[in-house]
């Protein structure tokens, strides 16, 4: 379709985002659903792509687990060894329909969600939320990590499969709606979606003819895991904005994502293609013991949701969580969501906000506005040690470097026929 004008585009894109329904299908090892599997050895990773000795500590680490957990290798050593050699490939998991967090490394035998967008019949995937503590997406590997790997793979992944079949399929749009209005803002905050979550899947996963120890083992790990819905609400916002993708025109931010080395975004207009910068270190609050010294750059997937208009754009949806990530309170959270208006194109009536009195979320970032406002998009974020299975050291904001919509402006411009200085 050929639209008058960029405003014309945008506003088609924004009705794709708003008419946007995504259902949670089902549970399957990666392999069954990403074909770049089934060709050698492969590793997804978060960001736009990179390569293995660009990686930042806790995502080489990363890799090293997932090598140990696919049985490619032994030990660490060996693991470090194959990962340098060039024989994994690794590919961004947008680039397979996929996101994921922090490192965001995945391989075949990782179960992942499947999350359908009804409305434009994509799909998107992700993996599971490993819990807290020593974990794969920080950059832990030890036996422990390996272990509760295998468990999501063998028990977590295959019971959580059963009990959905169960059921119809999982309305991801009214998880979000209620869990707004109960203060999670789905980046940093999701324990209402989480919680609701368990409420929907416990009836049937108790109805299971499977071995009692496991269905208390996983009921038990959805109650722990305040951010298990995290993975879901990245893989739902994946299937949404990837279905917005299908309007090839117009300057609204389609993904952003980072690989602790670049930030990446994509824009509507321009398809496929990555626009880059140095990737910045988050500010925030660290939990007792670390400083800033201690942290990693950013990294992760998961600006998904704020490109989808949750996360730091949804801040004052979420004030238990303002001080946690060190915003100082309920104005200050009051001040970013509006401050996000500024941006954005639109606000989705699907997910009001009470404490914003009901007013919907904002959706679909211009680049154009960022540029023109030089105001950058807020994401909220953890904050990760920046060597390898140190884990989460605190939490906070961070922005995107200005030159990525910069970059994407000029090149949509170029594309329109428009003459651009250098």
Request: aromatic share 8%.
């Amino acid at each position: 379709m050929v639209y008058a004008n960029v405003e014309e585009a945008n506003n088609a894109v924004i009705s794709k985002i708003i008419a946007g329904s995504p259902f949670l299908l089902d549970v399957v090892p990666a392999k069954e659903v990403i074909d770049a599997f089934n060709h050698g050895k492969v590793l997804l990773h978060a960001g736009p792509p990179i390569t293995y000795d660009k990686m930042i500590d806790p995502v080489q680490g990363a890799c090293i687990g997932a090598a140990i957990f696919e049985g490619w290798a032994d030990n660490e050593d060996d693991a470090r060894a194959l990962m340098e050699s060039g024989e994994v490939k690794l590919i961004p998991c947008h680039h397979v329909d996929a996101v994921g967090p922090m490192g965001g490394i995945t391989s075949a035998n990782m179960p992942v969600f499947i999350v359908e967008n009804k409305t434009d019949g994509n799909r998107a995937y992700c993996t599971m939320n490993e819990g807290i503590g020593a974990v794969l997406r920080f950059g832990a590997n030890g036996p422990e990590v390996i272990n509760r790997l295998r468990w999501m793979r063998d028990v977590l992944g295959p019971t959580l499969s059963e009990a959905m079949q169960m059921r119809e399929p999982l309305n991801v749009n009214v998880l979000i709606a209620k869990a707004i209005a109960m203060g999670d803002e789905f980046h940093q905050r999701n324990i209402a979606a989480s919680l609701a979550f368990l409420k929907e899947m416990s009836p049937s996963i108790v109805k299971l003819n499977i071995n009692q120890k496991d269905k208390e083992d996983v009921i038990q790990f959805l109650a722990d895991t305040d951010q298990f819905f995290l993975n879901i609400m990245m893989a739902s916002a994946k299937s949404v904005m990837d279905g917005a993708r299908q309007v090839q025109e117009g300057t609204i931010v389609t993904a952003m994502c980072r690989n602790g080395y670049e930030f990446g975004i994509r824009i509507s207009g321009m398809g496929d293609q990555w626009f880059t910068g140095p990737v910045n270190t988050p500010k925030g609050l660290y939990f007792s013991g670390f400083s800033e010294d201690d942290a990693s750059p950013d990294m992760g997937d998961s600006a998904i949701t704020e490109t989808f208009g949750v996360g730091g754009f949804a801040m004052i949806a979420a004030p238990a969580v303002t001080r946690f990530i060190g915003t100082g309170g309920f104005f200050d959270a009051l001040h970013i969501s509006e401050e996000m208006t500024e941006i954005t194109t639109a606000s989705n009536p699907n997910f009001p906000i009470p404490t914003w009195d009901f007013k919907g979320i904002s959706i679909g970032i211009d680049a154009r506005k960022v540029v023109e406002t030089g105001i950058l998009p807020v994401i909220n974020t953890g904050i990760a040690n920046k060597k390898a299975g140190l884990g989460q050291i605190g939490a906070g904001t961070v922005n995107p470097p200005m030159e990525c919509f910069e970059k994407a402006v000029l090149a949509y411009a170029e594309k329109l026929g428009f003459e651009v200085g250098v």
